[in-house]
């Protein structure tokens, strides 16, 4: 896929790993659509790299709509990356007692059904596009967590909604075969991301110093740069690549 005069939706692109990504996208001539619930932030870095800003819960299918529209206005919708989430900590029983209901329900609403309800909808315009010289359509890449498999304390409805993003990997890659559109997943490890930078500087210097190499958090443009190549090489499909400098987490 060429990425130059393509158009791009990037979710979660007001800060963090979709902000990187949205960045280098149109660093290399993509057009971008940021859908993030931040508005100020996302109409600030649309307007910095030539973009659009369009304000969207992921799990709210009229916002995806919105955001599907605003992108095929700006030409041929090619590619989307999910990259909003959020990460809440609960134990299964706590000192208040049982985990909240409604909180692992919001969290597999936002991370899983948000993901899989702009695949479907951007999936939905791509093929409708006239195929590139290699037949493709569109390429999707969403944003799972070595969580999925490493889920620590606290971490179970965080973890269930990145497995579930890993496990749709596959079949929506194989459903969406036929149409040429192609379904990726990566699984970043420690990343210096506003979420985790919440934390105190210890912690942060206690989980870089967790991963076994390169000693350090990920950045967005590791994760940018890699969303790139997956845009850019076409035999990647259907399967989920650790992000991650080779950690695997322990329970605490």
Do not use: W
């Amino acid at each position: 896929m060429e990425i130059a005069g393509k158009v791009f939706i990037v979710t979660g692109g007001a800060s963090g790993l979709g902000e990187g990504t949205a960045r280098m996208l149109a660093a290399k001539g993509g057009k971008v659509v940021i859908a993030d619930m931040q508005v100020e932030k996302g109409e600030t870095i649309a307007k910095d790299i030539g973009g659009a800003f369009v304000k969207c819960d992921v799990s709210s299918e009229a916002d995806g709509q919105a955001v599907v529209a605003k992108a095929i206005s700006l030409g041929k919708l090619m590619g989307l990356v999910n990259c909003a989430g959020i990460a809440p900590a609960e134990k299964t029983v706590g000192k208040n007692g049982a985990h909240a209901l409604a909180s692992f329900s919001k969290t597999i609403t936002v991370n899983l059904i948000g993901s899989f309800n702009m695949i479907r909808l951007a999936a939905d315009a791509m093929s409708k596009n006239e195929p590139e010289a290699t037949g493709e359509r569109g390429a999707m890449i969403s944003t799972a967590s070595v969580a999925a498999y490493d889920g620590q304390i606290g971490q179970a409805a965080y973890s269930a909604s990145k497995g579930g993003v890993v496990g749709m990997t596959l079949p929506i890659a194989r459903d969406l075969a036929r149409n040429g559109i192609r379904n990726m997943t990566i699984a970043p490890g420690i990343f210096g991301t506003p979420m985790l930078f919440s934390m105190p500087q210890e912690v942060q210097d206690a989980l870089a110093a967790g991963v076994p190499f390169p000693s350090r958090l990920g950045t967005p443009q590791d994760y940018a740069k890699l969303a790139v190549h997956i845009f850019e090489n076409d035999m990647l499909n259907g399967e989920v690549i650790r992000l991650d400098g080779a950690i695997r987490l322990a329970p605490k």
